[in-house]
């Protein structure tokens, strides 16, 4: 094990408050794509802006559903991968622990994390886009293809279209895990960031704000990103490899050795 890992290892078999914040590299090893990998990011080959804004949703709501309803087909397929089960062990062991996510998948959940804070809102909680009104995630009876247009249910109580329950480019975030994610990251001494590239603020606000008032910051990410300066510890590789063999190495040894 290199001196990163140790000193990792360290930082969190000692913490007390861990937040865990996560990003959809944390994913990738399940097969969910990113979105800015230079072949296979999901912002390579499809426009947000035609796909990802309030007003791509209005101009062609049949073309946006269909596109969430592929991306919701993907991720059913796909399983939880030995890093977020490693996240959920961390929860575990450190029982005030929050895990703070940008990915809309259900990945952590489905691997034991009890309550993750979806900072960009999730596949799975549809809401009318007029009355707000929380809608029912349709069965899947027809698998969605890539590219399929498929009309947007209509909500039970006002007949508007239903949307998707993501944080689309040039919308607000959900305040109340806005301020569970500030209000976490103020207070923990451990911060992990794990798979995000910290270029979407505010969420990229969240290790910051950590670092800014003392806590301890380990980043997981294969490539360098703009979060390097903020981490005390940088350990380069991937999150299924990296977080299993972190967890074994802060808990799976004899006390203060
Ligand atoms: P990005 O696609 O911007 O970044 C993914 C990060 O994961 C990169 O830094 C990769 O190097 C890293 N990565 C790739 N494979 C990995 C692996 N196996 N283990 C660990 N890290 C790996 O994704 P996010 O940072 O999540 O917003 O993007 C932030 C937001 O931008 C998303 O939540 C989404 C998007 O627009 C909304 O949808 C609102």
Known sequence: MGQAARDAAELLGQARRVVIFTGAGMSAESGVPT?????????RQFDAQALATPDAFRADPALVWGWYEWRRATVRQARPNAGHVAVAAIEARVPSSVLVTQNVDDLHERAGSAAPVHLHGSLFAPHCSG???????????????????IPPPRCARCSAAVRPGVVWFGEALPTEALEAA????STCDLLLTVGTSGL???????????ARLGAAVIQVNPEETPLDRVADVNLR?????????????????????
């Open 131 to 149: 009355c707000a009104q929380p809608a029912p995630v349709p069965d899947l009876t027809e698998e969605p293809a890539e590219g399929r247009r």
């Open 200 to 210: 979407v603020y505010p969420a990229a606000e969240i290790p910051q704000v950590a």
């Open 237 to 257: 590789g991937p999150a299924a490899r990296v977080l299993p063999a972190l967890v074994d190495a802060a808990w799976d040894r004899p006390h203060g050795a």
């Open 182 to 185: 500030v209000e976490a990251a």
């Open 35 to 43: 979105f800015r990998d230079a072949l296979t990011g999901l912002w």
